[in-house]
C-alpha cells in the first residue's frame, strides 16, 4: 500500500509538471506569432477626403475595445514661462514639421482638412524606445484631430495673463483612425494661461506697475489600448519619459518659431 501510494503521487506530480509545460509552450507559440504578425505589419496609407472613408477602409485595423487588450494612460502637467498658450496651440496643429524637431516622429503629414478648418487628419510614423533592435515598436497611423479654441480666439490672442473671471483654453484632441499596432491611441491637450506670481515692471518714465508673468499651463493626456504584450510590456516603461519628452520638444519650438497672434 505505501509503494502503491508513492505511485500515485509520482504520477500526480509528473501530470501537473507536464501540464504546466504544455501552458509554457503555448503562451510561448503565441508571443512568437505575435511577433511575426508584427513583423508583417506593413501598409500604404493614402489620402482620401475627410469623411468617415478612414473609419470605414480600414484593413486588418484590430477591434478598438478587444477583450484581450491592455489599457495605458499618462498625463503630464507642466508650466511653461514667456510663452502664450495659443502659441503652443499653433505649434500643436503645425503638424507638417512634426518630423524636424519631435522625438521618436519620423514622419508627419496633414492629409485632409474639414472646410471649417478646426478638424483634420493627419498621417504620423513614429518609433518608440526600448525594442531598438527591433522594428515591432515602429507604427505608421492616421488620426483625426479637433481643434477646440476659445470662443474668441481673436480677443485670446491678445490676452497675456491669467484671468480667474474669464479663463481662457485650447484644446487639440486626437483619436486613432487607422492602426495596426495600438487598438486605441488618444490624446489630448488643455493649454491655459498658468497663474503666475505678480512681476513689478517699470515704464520709460520710472512708474512702477504690476503685471501677471506669461506662462502656459500645459496638461498633455495620452492613452492607448494594446495587444501584443511585448508593446505593452514596454509602454509600462517608456510613456511617462516620452510624454515629458515630447512637452519639452514642444517648448523649445515655440522658442524658435515666433508667435503669430490671429
Known amino acids: 500500500q505505501l509503494a502503491t501510494g508513492e505511485i500515485k503521487e509520482t504520477l500526480n506530480t509528473k501530470h501537473k509538471t507536464d501540464s504546466i509545460r504544455g501552458r509554457l509552450i503555448t503562451m510561448k507559440r ?11 505589419t506593413r501598409h500604404q496609407i493614402t489620402a482620401n477626403p475627410l469623411s468617415n472613408q478612414y473609419i470605414t ?41 512634426y518630423q524636424h524637431f519631435l522625438p521618436y516622429c519620423n514622419e508627419s503629414k496633414i492629409l ?13 510614423r513614429v518609433g518608440l524606445p ?21 470662443p474668441d480666439a481673436a480677443a485670446a490672442s491678445d490676452a497675456d495673463f491669467y484671468d480667474a473671471d474669464a479663463p481662457l483654453m485650447w484644446t487639440v484632441e486626437a483619436k486613432s483612425i487607422k492602426s495596426q499596432l495600438f487598438e486605441s491611441l ?5 493649454l491655459t494661461f498658468a497663474n503666475t506670481q505678480d512681476e513689478i515692471i517699470f515704464d520709460h518714465e520710472g512708474s512702477v506697475g504690476i503685471k501677471k508673468k506669461l506662462a502656459c499651463s500645459v496638461n498633455f493626456e495620452v492613452e492607448m489600448e494594446v495587444s501584443n504584450p511585448l508593446i505593452s510590456l514596454t509602454l509600462d516603461q517608456v510613456l511617462k519619459d516620452v ?15 515666433p508667435f503669430q497672434k490671429q
Not at 503565441?30 to 508583417?40: A, E, K, P
Not at 531598438?132 to 483625426?144: A, F, G, Q, W
Open 30 to 40: 503565441s508571443l512568437i506569432h505575435c511577433i511575426q504578425q508584427c513583423h508583417r
Open 57 to 97: 477602409a480600414r484593413h486588418q485595423t484590430r477591434t478598438i475595445g478587444t477583450s484581450n487588450a491592455t489599457h495605458h494612460k499618462h498625463a503630464h502637467q507642466a508650466i511653461l514661462h514667456d510663452i502664450h498658450p495659443q502659441h503652443l496651440y499653433q505649434i500643436i496643429n503645425d503638424v507638417d514639421q
Open 112 to 124: 485632409q482638412k474639414s472646410p471649417c478648418g478646426t478638424m483634420y487628419d493627419a498621417v504620423l
Open 130 to 150: 526600448g525594442l531598438s533592435n527591433y522594428h515591432l515598436m515602429e507604427e505608421k497611423y492616421v488620426s483625426r484631430v479637433k481643434m477646440i479654441p476659445p
Open 186 to 190: 488618444k490624446s489630448r491637450w488643455q
Open 243 to 257: 510624454a515629458r519628452k515630447q512637452v519639452e520638444a514642444f517648448e523649445k519650438r515655440c522658442n524658435e518659431v
